[in-house]
């Protein structure tokens, strides 16, 4: 799909406003960079360069701004590529200063015009709205059994933070589907102006293959129209199969970002 550069950078950038409360607690403007930086994590997918837009003749200027940044902070380098970053050759570029791609990230749009037919939500589905701590305590046990792993808590505080220090600019709002009435499956829905992102998808094991994702995703869909929302956009991994699962629910993959770092640090990269 051809999409413009425009419509690419500004998605982009918004994804980041959108987290600058929970998982980023840093964004810095540079000449032809971006920085996102959290204290939170140290790995690569947390800490990274984006939006490049330089020239091929002073690449090697941009890299040690990269690099310097990265190590003042006590992190690896790492830069997120988009069909919209400059130069042409900036993967070459990079391939040749001892970089590689680590990851090609899907960036999938949902199509609000294809998904206009008439759904009912199965009877022994609900949704609620968190509003009080006792309903992020409902979102975080959720959270916790259906995307377990070794930093969840820290994925969960991060999530409760966005929820309490939002930017003026942000609207975060968190959603549980129950299953006759047990807490089963849950969404993030986070808008920035025309763009609204989706996050922490997941459902506990037991309720999987039940219809709440779908349920949970046209909710969330019907409020980004009635917010005004034009654009409403999920992330995942290329090739793995919530890719074809989002696909189902009416996403398709406009662009893909790829992540570049250093060979050595790909040798050592674990995903928490």
């Known amino acids: 799909m051809n999409i413009s550069n425009s419509l690419i950078r500004e998605s982009e950038r918004a994804h980041y406003i959108m987290q600058l409360s929970s998982y980023f607690s840093e ?44 190590k003042r902070r006590d992190r690896f380098p790492c830069l997120y590529l988009t069909p919209a970053s400059k130069p042409d050759e900036i993967r070459d570029i990079l391939k040749a200063r001892g970089y590689d791609k680590f990851e090609d990230e899907a960036w999938m749009f949902y199509d609000f015009e294809e998904n206009k037919k008439p759904y009912s939500m199965p009877k022994e589905i609900s949704i609620s709205e968190a509003s009080s701590d006792k309903d992020l305590e409902i979102f975080a046990e959720v959270y916790r059994q259906g995307l377990p792993g070794p930093e969840v808590e820290k994925y969960i505080q991060a999530t409760i933070d966005g929820f309490h220090n939002k930017p003026p600019l942000v609207d975060i709002r968190y959603f549980v589907a129950f299953y006759e009435r047990e807490p089963a499956s849950m969404l993030s829905f986070l808008k920035v102006e025309q763009y609204v992102g989706i996050y922490a998808v997941a459902t506990i094991g037991k309720f999987q293959k039940k219809g709440l994702a779908r349920a949970l995703n046209r909710h969330a869909a019907g409020l980004a129209e009635n917010m005004g929302a034009k654009y409403m956009f999920i992330q995942t991994v290329v090739g793995e199969d919530s890719e074809t699962g989002f696909n189902k629910l009416g996403y398709k993959t406009w662009y893909v970002r790829d992540g570049f770092t250093t060979k050595d640090v790909i040798s050592s990269l674990e995903h928490g």
């Open 27 to 70: 964004l810095t403007d540079l000449p032809g960079v971006r920085f996102a930086f959290t204290h939170l994590f140290t790995d690569i997918w947390y800490n990274q360069a984006y939006d490049i837009n330089w020239s091929a003749d002073k690449f090697d200027q941009l890299i040690s701004t990269v690099e310097d940044y990265c």
